[in-house]
């Protein structure tokens, strides 16, 4: 060593896609198969025995980057299309082919999926916590760089509006959102010159930040009175050691721009937030910036079993062993998981049409539908989520 610093600790896409960030155990088995000279097809599963405490439902996110990891092997693979709100043992993916061919991508498949899925849940659990209002993705510095896009991608398709993170907008298509950060303040050495120079930036939304140096009413007061219909939003990121009554301080902000003809200045708040002071702060903030809650999220704990060896139902102790199906009800919302062995079409007690949810995604590494865009994957996370409740 040189002691100069060579590499960011990150793997390449080689990397992952050749199985070098997988665990070793299954490098050894392998081998031990190969030199056996045991070739069997096998059928395996993805699922979740348990989700995270107070989690009835999540988001299953991941799959596009799925589908990339295994793009080059001859296997069927089966998915619930992301986006899909699923409970617990629902299979979300199922690979049938030569074992060996994928047993080193196992450790990378569930990393792509728990990760981005438990940002997605907890972006969800937010945008049914926050309800119209605005969801901005502010969880990036919480983590990795390498893993911007991912948190952003995954906390967008979850419901949020927008992300701040330059390469993250330009994967998903969108204008980064533009806030105002302290430093700016602080190396101006004025808030009132932060506000003029930041209004001649080219911004339509703009979205200043108060309490810096000062009071957050008189900083609004200062920042509505220099911008006034330019000023879309003010952000108060209080932190902890100021905050004292966080929804006090944002109904006296308010109460003051109110009396003072700035009735169309909304009002965001940032800071430490998850869903559950979402809900608290709703009756005076009009949207929300949220950080370490996104890229902090509890994983969604993944399982890949094998449930099939040449077609004959197998599994380890504690699984369930065969192919199954996957059904929702369009009425109800109800789901249903039954063994493809029974070849018996299940009906809800609602009456209501059962839709198949667990269809093909791969074809001997042939693409058998189109992957659908991070607008599209959102919206059909909003459709859903009318369905679901907080459990809180």
């Known amino acids: 060593m040189n002691g100069r610093a060579k590499s960011f600790f990150i793997a390449s896409e080689k990397d992952i896609k050749s199985g070098k960030t997988t665990d070793v155990c299954f490098k050894k088995t392998v081998e031990i198969l190969q030199k056996a000279k045991c070739s069997k097809q096998v059928k395996a599963e993805v699922r979740v025995s348990s989700l995270p405490e107070n989690y009835s439902w999540a988001v299953l996110s991941g799959i596009e980057e799925v589908i990339c990891l295994l793009s080059n092997l001859k296997a069927n693979i089966q998915v619930l299309a992301e986006g899909t709100i699923f409970k617990e043992e629902m299979p979300v993916l199922s690979i049938i082919g030569e074992y060996t061919e994928f047993a080193m991508l196992e450790t990378a498949i569930l990393g792509l999926l728990c990760q981005s899925s438990g940002i997605a849940t907890k ?3 937010c945008r049914i916590a926050a309800g119209q209002r605005t969801l901005l993705s502010f969880g990036a510095k919480r983590m990795h760089p390498a893993l911007s896009p991912m948190i952003d991608r995954a906390a967008f398709i979850g419901g949020y509006n927008g992300v701040s993170v330059i390469k993250s907008a330009e994967m998903l298509q969108e204008k980064p959102q533009e806030t105002m950060p302290h430093s700016l303040v602080l190396v101006l050495g004025s808030s009132e010159e932060a506000f003029r120079l930041f209004h001649e930036t080219e911004s339509a ?40 009554n966080f929804k006090k301080i944002l109904e006296e902000v308010r109460w003051e721009l109110d009396l003072r003809g700035f009735n169309h200045v909304k009002l965001f708040a940032s800071g430490g937030l998850d869903e559950y002071s979402i809900q608290k702060l709703n009756p005076v903030a009009d949207g929300y910036g949220v950080g370490t809650a996104l890229s902090n999220a509890p994983v969604i704990n993944f399982s890949m079993d094998i449930i099939e060896i040449e077609g004959v139902p197998m599994a380890k102790r504690g699984k369930m062993s065969g192919s199954k199906a996957v059904y929702r009800c369009t009425n109800c919302y109800q789901t249903k998981v039954v063994s493809m062995q029974k070849d018996i079409l299940p009906s809800c007690s609602c ?42």
């Open 123 to 125: 972006a969800a659990r």
């Open 205 to 244: 939304k703009k979205i200043v930040l108060i309490n810096t140096l000062g009071d957050e009413k008189f900083e609004a007061i200062k920042a509505a009175q220099i911008l006034g219909n330019d000023l879309f939003a003010l952000q108060l990121d209080t932190n902890d050691s100021r905050q004292g």
């Open 351 to 392: 009456n209501g049409r059962l839709q198949s949810l667990l269809l093909p995604i791969m074809t001997d590494g042939r693409l058998e539908r189109q992957i659908l865009s991070p607008q599209e994957i959102r919206t059909y996370v909003l459709n859903q989520l009318g369905n679901m409740k907080l459990g809180l």
